[in-house]
């Protein structure tokens, strides 16, 4: 159970919005489901996907996420250990439709959107009233990315999403950041070196964020996710890097040359905030934008 309080202040008085569930699963799922881009990042796709007579289900959302990962998203009104075996038979059965899924994603998305699938990140999204400790256990024992996410409705008009536990189906993590790191001193020795070291030193600081992150590497950049992305890298330019975080430009002081709005502008990644890195004083000045992106996705 969360311990989040949520007080409404007025007349100089505050007064507490005490938490509650929905009064039914189908409520949570077409409240999740009418805003889930703005919500989990991903985009809705189908409600209530029959997965044919012989399967015998019906998974409740389908999406895609802001990297082009597909994603199912299962829904329980309060806790049952059931939800996560749940997901994962249907996303067992998602990876045995691929085709399917494609066509899917052309129909709704378009094929620009269906060409760029990333089959190699398949989601699950659990949205529930609450999770056991057996919960986070048993999805930490998956080779599967899951994210577990505790609701509560506070009032008529709001509702509260917590991330209780993220984990990535990329099991070779370790190894992966053990090569990176040896590719980035073989390359530092050529021309552009210093960059490819600067683009290193970017990924471990975005890493050690936290322990949900989890990285998701596309061609055109290298995205860092929590429940959201809260940043993405491009790789390295001549004499720069381009981090594109999530950070509302608006509330930022830009400084030229350093930090950019680029809301409306296309752009690899995600976010609307874009920094610019030269050199290891450019990265160390970047950080308090790293974390206030961080906090917001």
Same mark, same amino acid.
């Given at each position: 159970m969360s311990g989040l309080k949520l007080f409404h202040t007025m007349s100089g008085s505050a007064v507490e919005v005490a938490p509650r569930l929905a009064e039914a699963e189908a409520d949570v799922q077409g409240l999740v489901e009418a805003h889930m881009q703005a919500m989990l990042g991903v985009r809705f796709l189908a409600s209530e996907y029959s997965t044919g007579p012989v399967h015998g289900g019906r998974i409740d959302s389908l999406g895609l996420?802001?990297?082009?990962?597909?994603?199912?998203?299962?829904? $329980?009104?309060?806790?049952?250990?059931?939800?996560?075996? *749940?997901?994962? @038979?249907?996303?067992?059965w998602l990876m045995d439709h691929r085709a399917e899924f494609g066509h899917l994603v052309r129909e709704r998305l378009g094929q620009p959107a269906a060409s760029q699938v990333l089959w190699s990140a398949p989601r699950l999204i659990c949205v529930a009233g609450d999770f056991t400790r057996y919960d986070v256990h048993a999805v930490r024992e998956h080779r599967r990315s899951i994210d577990l996410v505790r609701y509560r409705l506070y009032g008529e008009h709001h509702i509260g999403l917590e991330t209780v536990a993220s984990v990535t189906g990329h099991s070779a993590a370790p190894r992966m950041a053990a090569r990176r790191r040896a590719a980035g001193i073989q390359r530092a020795r050529t021309e552009g070196g210093a960059m490819t070291e600067l683009a290193a030193a970017v990924d471990e600081v975005l890493l050690g964020l936290g322990d949900d992150i989890v990285p998701v590497q596309r061609k055109q950049y290298r995205a860092y996710q929590r429940l959201r992305n @809260?940043?993405?890298?491009?790789? #390295?330019? *001549?004499? $720069?890097?381009?981090?594109?975080? $999530?950070?509302? #430009?608006?509330?930022? +002081?830009?400084? #030229?040359?350093?930090?950019? +709005?680029?809301?409306?502008l296309g752009h690899h990644g995600t976010g609307d905030l874009e920094v *610019?890195?030269?050199?290891?004083? +450019?990265?160390?000045?970047? *950080?308090?934008? @790293?974390r206030l992106s961080y906090a917001a996705a």
């Open positions: 996420d802001e990297n082009g990962s597909p994603v199912i998203v299962e829904y $329980k009104r309060g806790t049952d250990a059931g939800v996560i075996n *749940q997901g994962l @038979f249907y996303l067992s @809260f940043a993405c890298l491009c790789p #390295p330019r *001549q004499t $720069k890097l381009l981090v594109y975080l $999530k950070a509302d #430009p608006g509330t930022v +002081d830009l400084v #030229p040359g350093f930090t950019r +709005d680029v809301t409306g *610019q890195l030269r050199t290891e004083r +450019d990265l160390e000045r970047a *950080q308090d934008l @790293f």
